[in-house]
């Protein structure tokens, strides 16, 4: 009797880890980038013409009212607005944003070229599904942004969104 108690806890607890592993399986979207919100928030289509707002993953771009967040969204549209691209994610944010990593069709990771331009943090919170070797990466081209003050590092003291979001400064 107890080996048949044990028997569909066994397969239940199997079926759960599958279901786990399913929902945290990277999938792909493709489509055409149609709008830039701001630094780190695009807007494409996809072949069947549903559209689909995406969060770059692993960044954190100034706000578009705050200080260089123009700055940030101009650089975005200039490397994105109007490609094709590929969007890698496991997972959408509270408000139904697809966080993903973006790359253009020849391979090239966006979110880690606005890293590199100095146009965004490294967002440790947010990356944490990424893969260790993109969190590596995207840490040193931080790294490299600020010691070359390259885009808003050449700021005397930028102030990251998700403190300017919070109120802690005066905006």
Request: glycine content about 8%.
């Amino acid at each position: 009797m107890n080996l048949l108690c044990r028997i569909p806890l066994q397969l239940f607890l199997v079926g759960l880890l599958a279901i786990c592993t399913y929902a945290q399986t990277p999938s792909t979207l493709q489509g055409k980038v149609i709008a830039i919100t701001d630094g780190d928030t695009i807007t494409i289509l996809d072949a069947a013409a549903g559209e689909h707002h995406v969060r770059l993953n692993g960044i954190d771009s100034p706000e578009t009212r705050q200080e260089f967040g123009e700055q940030a969204r101009l650089s975005l549209a200039k490397i994105l607005f109007g490609r094709h691209v590929n969007v890698e994610y496991s997972k959408q944010d509270y408000i139904g944003r697809i966080l993903g990593k973006v790359s253009l069709l020849s391979g090239e990771d966006v979110n880690l070229k606005q890293i590199k331009a100095g146009m965004a943090w490294h967002d440790k919170e947010s990356g944490l599904n990424q893969t260790t070797a993109d969190r590596r990466a995207y840490a040193r081209a931080e790294q490299r942004a600020r010691a070359n003050r390259s885009g808003l590092w050449a700021i005397a003291n930028p102030i990251p969104p998700w403190r300017w979001k919070g109120g802690e400064v005066a905006r």
